[in-house]
C-alpha cells in the first residue's frame, strides 16, 4: 500500500504556520535580547535562530514541492520542539507565546511528513 499524497490544503496550513513560527522566533528572539537577563538565554536564542531558518527552509521545499520536503518538515518538528522547549523555561510574556508559536507549526510538519 502507497503513501497517500498530502493535500494541498495540509501543506498550505503547514506553510502558513511555518511563516507564522519563523516571525514569532524572530520577534522573541529580539526580545530576549532586551531581556536583564541576556547571557542566561544564550541557548533559548540559539534555538529561537535555529528555528526560524528551518521554517524558512521548510517553506521553500514545500513550495518547490521538494522530494525531500516530508523529510525536512520532519526535521523542522523537531527544531521546533526544542526550540518550544527553551522558550518555555522563560516566563516572560514573549517565550511561552512563542512555544505555543512552535508547537503548533510543529504539529503542522508532523502531519506533512
Known sequence: MGV?????????????????????????????????????????????????????????????????AKTLCKLCAEICDACAKECGMHKDKHCPECARICMECADACRKMA
Do not use: T
Open 4 to 68: 497517500l499524497p498530502v493535500s494541498s490544503q495540509a501543506m498550505d496550513h503547514c506553510i502558513e504556520l511555518c511563516v507564522k513560527c519563523a516571525r514569532a522566533c524572530a520577534e522573541c528572539m529580539v526580545a530576549c535580547l532586551g531581556e536583564q537577563d541576556v547571557k542566561a538565554r544564550a541557548k533559548c536564542i540559539q534555538s529561537l535562530v535555529d528555528c526560524a531558518e528551518i521554517c524558512f527552509l521548510a517553506v521553500q521545499f514545500m513550495s518547490r514541492d521538494s522530494l525531500h
